[in-house]
């Protein structure tokens, strides 16, 4: 049983829903299953995050409240130094070099990398009476369609197959990459809002993106705001229509990801660089989420994991920032595509009121695969053999139940495909460097 925290008397016990279906009978969701939102930051480092370094030039001030009122993890690591692979093991709980992704990131025209046959998180909860939401940057795959007899001319006017709809997403609106890789569209559900019809390209040395394709109503400045507002949205809709189901939002930003491209109200606000000031409007759309479930009055069923897809990248301007005595990797070497720590190794923090006791952290190594593995271990559910097999359950690490290292062994990966090899307090690097960009 999970125990909430206060009060401890009987009436405050959660039953698992495997004990409903031993009795068989069909547990009420609300009562059982928590709302769950994942919030993946784009290259923001583990320094980045001032509950995790305490010598930060600026204060994160929400994502530090989520861990003021739930936990810490201080060894969480991402299942590879850049996005794409990061991505796959977040959704389906297996590292990406099991694929054919062995080395590198994905581009927008590439082929989706999520089988349709893969067991992802959004699938295991869409069966477990959840609905399920992705707002934000995809950046595994999709499968476009082409003009008749072009071969290089997309038709954006088609259905995208290969998206989330069909890999456990009852809805989607995001961007297909990074906010630097075009085309520069808006995809709500398996279609593209608009035909883009012109091109834009920033050569900037912070605020930079390639040469593309670009909607009408795609404004680079603008999208981080606007998928806020459509997460904001989505959970808003739910409550009004679907009160007695469950949700699951996905909620990967394209931020503080290039282009670095703070919002007026927060240039300058960091009191150190325009990297700086996008990291605190990272921190700022985190709280605008945390606002909506206390508007909503549901902020106590609702379990909030908030992380980054790997280390920061140099485009930050290190050295910038470390004369303002910042550094993005905190104390560890190396950063995004990196073998070495500083790149995989990321701020983790969970609020679950009631049952998470607050302020505690811990050190348990984990990773970002381990998702699909706590939330099977959180309803109840077991999963195949072949699901998941690189995912363990944070969830007694989350209940303060743990008895022992929670994973056998954590494999890293670069971005040149380089491995490591984490056991205890041990890392065997196999490659010589960093594998990556240090």
């Avoid at 694929?99 to 590439?110: N, Y």
């Avoid at 995208?160 to 456990?168: A, D, I, N, R």
């Avoid at 990074?178 to 883009?196: A, F, Q, W």
């Avoid at 795609?218 to 981080?224: G, M, Q």
Wanted: aromatic share 12%; hydrophobic share 35%; with cysteine.
């Amino acid at each position: 049983m999970l125990k909430k925290i206060k009060p401890l008397l009987p009436t405050s016990l959660l039953i698992l829903p495997a004990l409903f279906v031993y009795m068989g009978c069909q547990p009420e969701a609300t009562e059982s299953f928590p709302n769950i939102i994942y919030i993946l930051a784009d290259d923001l480092g583990y320094g980045d995050v001032s509950c995790m370094n305490q010598e930060a030039a600026w204060t994160t001030q929400t994502i530090d409240q989520i861990a003021r009122e739930g936990m810490r993890f201080t060894d969480a690591h991402t299942g590879s130094a850049v996005c794409t692979p990061t991505r796959y093991g977040v959704l389906t709980g297996r590292y990406s070099w099991r694929t054919r992704m062995k080395q590198g990131v994905l581009w927008s025209w590439d082929p989706p990398l999520i089988e349709k046959k893969e067991l992802t998180v959004g699938t295991f909860l869409q069966n477990q009476g959840y609905q399920t939401a992705c707002v934000g940057k995809w950046h595994l795959g999709l499968g476009w369609q082409y003009h008749e007899g072009f071969a290089d001319s997309v038709d954006f006017s088609a259905p995208v197959s290969g998206g989330p709809l069909e890999v456990g997403f009852d809805y989607f609106f995001g961007i297909t990459a990074s906010l630097d890789i075009p085309p520069y569209v808006y995809i709500e559900n398996d279609r593209p809002t608009m035909v883009p019809v012109k091109y834009t390209q920033d050569t900037s040395e912070y605020g930079w993106w390639r040469n593309g394709l670009t909607g009408e109503d795609f404004v680079h400045e603008k999208v981080l705001p606007v998928l806020t507002q459509k997460a904001v949205e989505f959970i808003e809709q739910h409550r009004a229509n679907n009160p007695q189901d469950p949700f699951f939002l996905y909620f990967p930003l394209p931020a503080p990801h290039t282009p670095i491209l703070p919002t007026g109200e927060f240039l300058g606000k960091s009191g150190t660089n325009p990297y700086g000031d996008f990291v605190l409007q990272v921190d700022h759309t985190v709280g605008q989420i945390l606002s909506t479930l206390e508007t909503l009055g549901i902020e106590k069923e609702t379990l909030v994991i908030f992380t980054s897809d790997n280390g920061c990248a140099p485009y930050a301007n290190y050295p910038e920032l470390a004369a303002f005595g910042h550094n993005p990797s905190y104390h560890f070497r190396g950063h995004k595509a990196d073998i070495y720590e500083g790149g995989h190794r990321v701020p983790f923090v969970v609020r679950w009121p009631e049952y998470i006791e607050a302020g505690r952290s811990s050190d348990q190594v984990i990773c970002l695969t381990d998702l699909l593995a706590t939330l099977a271990d959180l309803t109840g559910i077991s999963l195949e053999p072949a699901a998941g097999v690189d995912s363990y359950s944070m969830l007694p690490a989350l209940l303060g139940e743990e008895e022992g290292p929670l994973r056998e062994a954590t494999v890293h990966h670069s971005i040149n495909g380089s491995f490591a090899i984490r056991i205890g307090d041990w890392k065997l690097s196999l490659c010589p460097g960093s594998g990556g960009w240090s």
